[in-house]
């Protein structure tokens, strides 16, 4: 579109191919996969921790999750 942007390293998102496991920082947004009585959604989410440097694979990281609706994760 002939649009050029300066953007920081950590948010740009790969075009080479998936990844399995991308590296995630605080404050990154997140889409969190969620089922509601056999209906499958995808919320938005924001990264407010990282796994322990410690952590055994996989790493778990904590999500704070934005629904319209209160519900058990």
């Known amino acids: 579109?002939?649009?050029e942007q300066e953007a920081i390293g950590h948010i740009l998102l790969p075009t080479s191919g998936?990844?399995?496991q991308p590296n995630l920082f605080v404050n990154d947004p997140v889409l969190v996969r969620q089922m509601n009585e056999h209906k499958e959604?995808?919320?938005p989410g924001i990264?407010?921790?990282l796994p322990s440097p410690v952590a055994r694979?996989?790493?778990l990281y904590t999500v704070q999750i934005y629904?319209?609706?209160p519900?058990?994760?």
């Open 71 to 73: 519900h058990h994760v």
């Open 57 to 59: 694979p996989p790493p």
């Open 47 to 49: 990264v407010i921790m």
């Open 41 to 43: 959604f995808w919320a």
């Open 1 to 3: 579109m002939g649009i």
């Open 67 to 69: 629904t319209p609706s």
């Open 18 to 20: 998936a990844i399995a």
